[in-house]
């Protein structure tokens, strides 16, 4: 988005004492809410205002996709789902109000909304005077002199129904081009580990605990730490572990836009997140070279593949065909229900019991935004790398690994 406006501007020449009037164009870019080049997709809407929901610009046309699709893939972030989450209660209802006919898309913007209904703007009276601590309170008015009080209003994590709702319709062209699939789990709660095969596991296993992690036994020790923290009116953080099954090789580019650091912006964006690893991540620090690398061998389909995977599916800032594994970190949850010490706008110390309705631990609910976020990065990827690698033919070019030119085929 931009808007524009005139400066009237006076410069003067050195060496005369004249003054020149000229021009100046200002340009501003509107800023933080669009994400993509080609698969470009921006948010719209506050926590508590009559809606939220996302553009989706660039989205091929001629690909299947219905509000059914992208509603069960909100039906799974919405709040009120157990006890362990908030216990606001929204239907979050889909909308496509264009660029969907007849269950088809038409190549041109797709807008989905979602209305708003059980606010409670009440609950939040005391956080327009006082900063709740580690909130974006005190941010965003150093930042805009200006913010949504009630619900947190664009830092609040309703904002991520845009991210995945657009991410629904990428998930299915990654499905339709690659037969791509993209699963996240909750890997740990607090001190809580789980063990899960990560080759196998599958979305009815992250689905089947209110927790969202396919280990039964950690699932349920996760629960108890969540309702223990609830409890107190505390809160407490955890890890997601995403795996992305079949993506298409050499998707990112070389230097500035590798694809790691493309999904290390998209997920550090989403709310409460505070690290990411790719592959080995950090343990990789602590090992030696002839440790670390993924020889590679062909397989009995003639294809290049690694004999590990602790590159973690990108090696040189491209993908290789390998599961691309990512593990997030996220905090625990700002807002909590015991008294702390603050600050007011005014710059007056106080105390603060924040009210409202939060969830005690984001990471149950967060498995649907890590997977939309990723699925937004490689649809991304998928269509700038189709228009800069597959247009010329490339069989010489690709040696012993015939899906590099196959892979492109299937539509």
Known sequence: MQSSGRLQGRQAHAGCGRQVSRNLRLIVRAAGSTYGTNFRVTTFGESHG???????????????????????????????????????????????????VDGVTLGTPIAIVVRNKDQKSQDYSEMSVAYRPSHADATYDFKYGIRAVAG?????????????????????????IGDTEILAFVNKVRDVNSNVDLANFTMADVESNIVRCPDQEAAQKMIDAINEVRTRGESCGGEVTCVVRRCPKGLGSPVFDKLEAELAKAMLSLPATKGFEIGSGFRGAAMVGSEHNDEFYIDEQGRVRTRTNRSGGVQGGLSNGEDIVIRVAFKPTSTIGIKQRTVTREGQETELRARGRHDPCVVPRAVPMVESMVALVLADQLLQHYAQCELLPREDAVGADPT???????V
């Open 404 to 410: 590099v030119v196959k892979q492109f085929a299937r």
């Open 50 to 100: 009559k809606g939220v929901g996302c553009v989706i610009d660039g989205v091929p046309p001629r690909l299947p996709i219905t509000e059914d699709e992208i509603q069960l893939e909100l039906d799974r972030r919405k709040p009120g789902q157990s006890i362990i989450t908030t216990p606001r209660k929204e239907d979050d209802i889909a909308e496509i109000l264009s660029g969907v």
């Open 152 to 176: 947190g209003g664009r830092s609040s994590a309703r904002e991520t129904i845009g991210r995945v709702a657009a991410g629904a319709v990428a998930k299915k062209l990654l499905k339709v």
